[in-house]
Each structure stands twice: as structure tokens, then as C-alpha cells.
């Protein structure tokens, strides 16, 4: 738990920090997250999310790159669960300004990182993945931007 605690800061330090040659280097891979770990992750996001928000109402959009992968789609359903609409296509009415949306999943020691950001929150939590879906493994990292 230390360990990903002190990731958890580095991840916040260098979020912002540039190197010469523009490349920074982590011992974090990007990992696949399919099954029941992707839905189990993908709701707690979206609740997590949700909480941060505000409920979904009869305006509310979120928008999100097309992206085939598992954890994509329950990510999408989920947020659809909580009432909100989204928009993988782009294409959305004129009066209509979306909330966009982008994720990161990185693995780590065993564990899955994932962060969920809009323009104006990042949301960030360590999870363990199991056969039967994933257990948080780190409380809720919360990131509100003027």
C-alpha cells in the first residue's frame, strides 16, 4: 500500500513536470482490463463520478473518444445507468455542450490504476483485479480544476 501511495504522488508531481526531450519514463504499463473486472471498475467510476457531477439530467452529455475496448463499453453503460447521456461520435446538438470526458488504466504492482478526468475533475484509484470482478485497493483520489 506504501508503494502505491508514493505512485500516487509521483503521478501527481510529474502530472505536471516537462523533461528536455519532452519524455518522462514510469515503471507503469498500460494494461487491458476485460470480464467482470472492467464492469466492476467501470460502475465504481461511474458512481464515483456521478457523486462528482451532479446527477444526469435531460442536458446532460458526456462525451467520450470511440474506443472498441471492454472497459470502454462498461464505462459507457455505466454512465448510461446513471442517466447520462453519451456521445462517442462526436456528433451532438448545437445547444447542446458536453462534458468530455477521458480515462487512463496503467498497471502497477499487481494492481490497475485508473483515472477518469473531465475539464473539471480527475477522479484516481487503485484497484485489484480478481476472477469474479475488482476490489478498490487505494481510497479515492479526487482532483477539482478551476
Known amino acids: 500500500m506504501r508503494k502505491l501511495f508514493a505512485f500516487f504522488i509521483a503521478v501527481a508531481l510529474l502530472s505536471s513536470c516537462q523533461t528536455a526531450d519532452d519524455a ?7 494494461v487491458a482490463v476485460t470480464g467482470p473486472a472492467a464492469s466492476a471498475i467501470a460502475g465504481d467510476m461511474a458512481r464515483r463520478l ?50 468530455e470526458l477521458a ?20 477522479l484516481g484509484r487503485a484497484y485489484t483485479p480478481t476472477a469474479a470482478g475488482a476490489t478498490p485497493a ?4 479526487i482532483m477539482q480544476r478551476n
Do not use: R
Not at 473518444?65 to 456528433?91: I, M, N, R
Not at 496503467?106 to 473539471?120: A, I, K, M, R, Y
Open 138 to 141: 487505494s481510497p479515492l483520489s
Open 50 to 99: 456521478a457523486e462528482q457531477i451532479g446527477p444526469a439530467g435531460a442536458t446532460t452529455t458526456i462525451k467520450m473518444e470511440t474506443d472498441p475496448s471492454e472497459f470502454a463499453t462498461a464505462l459507457k453503460a455505466a454512465l448510461k445507468g446513471w442517466g447520462y447521456t453519451v456521445v462517442t461520435d462526436g456528433k451532438v446538438a448545437k445547444d447542446v455542450k458536453p462534458v
Open 24 to 30: 518522462l519514463t514510469t515503471s507503469s504499463t498500460p
Open 103 to 122: 480515462y487512463a488504466i496503467e498497471g502497477f504492482d499487481g494492481e490497475v490504476l485508473v483515472q477518469v478526468t473531465t475539464p473539471s475533475i480527475a
